[in-house]
């Protein structure tokens, strides 16, 4: 049984990552899961530094993922496990994809092999079950263009929560 915070869309906004991880932490959240474009290495420490459990994390299209990635390789962060453009991981019998690109998603949930498929990039929250997959986008910690957001899942209770970060 495990409580996971996703979060995408960072865009080197630190004030906000901060009050997320503040939640996060006193939430007794076990793992991250990152969707993408956190824009630079340096917040990546910062939120590496903030949250002493497992993230994973998947690049978006502003983080330059070449880069991003070999910085990574040189000056790995003990808690931070990268894939490129899709991550999978299995907990408590959820099989759980993560991208950063929509229709990359689209295709992860159309293909029937994932319980649960998380993604970034618009920074819209969105939820939809489709055929037995949940395609869910927690929105964005920049705060662009909609408020700053994220989610929390519960594999025990298979529930979705979004939490706008001025609510909290």
């Given at each position: 049984m495990?409580?996971?915070?996703?979060?995408?869309?960072?865009?080197?906004?630190?004030?906000?990552?901060n009050k997320a991880i503040a939640w996060i932490n006193r939430n007794d959240i076990q793992k991250i899961i990152h969707c993408g474009d956190i824009a630079s290495f340096e917040t990546l420490q910062e939120l590496s530094g903030l949250?002493?459990?497992?993230?994973?994390?998947?690049?978006?299209?502003?983080?330059?993922?070449?880069?991003?990635?070999?910085?990574?390789?040189?000056h790995p962060l003990a808690n931070v496990i990268a894939h490129r453009k899709i991550g999978i991981i299995n907990i408590d019998d959820r099989r759980i994809a993560?991208?950063?690109?929509?229709?990359?998603?689209?295709d992860l949930a159309k293909s029937e092999k994932y319980d649960i498929v998380f993604y970034g990039h618009t920074h819209k929250p969105w939820e939809e079950k489709s055929d037995g997959t949940w395609l869910v986008n927690s929105g964005n910690l920049a705060g662009q263009f909609y408020k700053p957001s994220f989610a929390t899942y519960d594999t025990a209770t298979d529930q979705l929560e979004l939490k706008v970060l001025e609510n909290l």
């Open positions: 495990m409580k996971i915070a996703i979060i995408s869309d960072t865009h080197d906004n630190l004030a906000t990552l949250y002493a459990g497992e993230i994973q994390l998947v690049f978006g299209n502003m983080d330059d993922d070449y880069s991003l990635s070999e910085t990574l390789k040189s993560f991208t950063h690109f929509p229709r990359l998603a689209e």
